[in-house]
Nanobody, 128 residues
Framework: QVQLQESGPGLVKPSQTLSLTCTVS??????????WSWIRQPPGKGLEWIGY???????YYSPSLKSRTSISRDTSKNQFTLQLSSVTPEDTAVYYC????????????????????WGQGTQVTVSS
C-alpha cells in the first residue's frame, strides 16, 4: 500500500516562496513509469494540476504556473518537494501530492484517471 503525506507551512506571506514536501512510503519514487504530481484546489474551485516529477527525475509543469514552479526530489528520503515562488492570495488552496502512471505521452498534462494514490491534502493560506 502506497502512502503519500504532504507537509509544510500552512501560512505563507505574499511574495514569499511556498514550499511543501511529499513523503512517500510503500513504494519508491524511482519505480519505472510512475510520476509524482502536485495538484491544488482553491476554495470553491476545481482541481488544478501544478506539475510532476517523473521516475527518471524529469519534470513537467503546468504552462500557467511554470515560471513560478520548481519540483525536486530526494531519493534517499523518498520525498519530492514543491516550491512555488512569488505567491499571492490566489495561491491559497488545499495542496495534494499524488502518484500517477503512464508508459507513454510524457510531456503532456496528466489525466485524473492516471492517479492511483493521493495524499490527504494540506491547506496553505497566503496572507499577510
Amino acid at each position: 500500500q502506497v502512502q503519500l503525506q504532504e507537509s509544510g507551512p500552512g501560512l505563507v506571506k505574499p511574495s514569499q516562496t511556498l514550499s511543501l514536501t511529499c513523503t512517500v512510503s510503500g513504494g519508491s519514487i524511482t519505480t519505472n513509469y510512475y510520476y509524482w504530481s502536485w495538484i491544488r484546489q482553491p476554495p470553491g474551485k476545481g482541481l488544478e494540476w501544478i506539475g510532476y516529477i517523473a521516475y527518471s527525475g524529469r519534470t513537467y509543469y503546468s504552462p500557467s504556473l511554470k515560471s513560478r514552479t520548481s519540483i525536486s526530489r530526494d531519493t534517499s528520503k523518498n520525498q519530492f518537494t514543491l516550491q512555488l515562488s512569488s505567491v499571492t492570495p490566489e495561491d491559497t488552496a488545499v495542496y495534494y501530492c499524488a502518484r500517477g502512471y503512464r508508459a507513454t505521452g510524457w510531456g503532456t498534462v496528466p489525466r485524473l484517471d492516471e492517479y492511483d494514490y493521493w495524499g490527504q491534502g494540506t491547506q496553505v493560506t497566503v496572507s499577510s
